[in-house]
């Protein structure tokens, strides 16, 4: 199983980014999909979440800011309002059931990079 994370890139406070994270492979099932992110010189920390069911949850710190969805076996991030305390390495993450196993396995993407600066 492959996470593949696009979309990061630089932009101006109070501008807009959409990261998009795909998993490919021997998938049977995808369960909750997160993303996190970790600042320069910080502990990576947790941005928001997703269920299968589509219920969602965020971080305090972007909250109302940010907005996370899925299709499938993608998931976006969009990201509105953007600061410069936001810039840092996105990193998605996704409970996948491998086809023909009878356990979930948490699995990574190689993040993004997001800069927010004028």
């Known amino acids: 199983v492959q996470l593949q994370a696009s979309g990061g890139g630089l932009v101006q406070p109070g501008g807009s980014l959409r990261l998009s994270c795909a998993a490919s492979?021997?998938?049977?099932?995808?369960?909750?999909m997160r993303w996190y992110r970790r600042a320069p010189g910080k502990q990576r920390e947790y941005v928001a979440h997703?269920?299968?069911?589509?219920i969602t949850n965020y971080a305090d710190s972007v909250k109302g800011r940010f907005a996370i969805s899925r299709d499938k076996n993608t998931v976006y991030l969009q990201m509105n309002s953007l600061k410069p305390e936001d810039t840092a390495d996105y990193y998605c993450n996704a409970e996948v059931l491998i086809l023909g196993s009878f356990s979930w396995g948490d699995y990574w993407g190689q993040g993004t990079q997001v800069t927010v600066s004028s």
């Open positions: 997703i269920s299968s069911a589509g």
């Open positions: 492979g021997s998938i049977a099932s995808i369960n909750a």
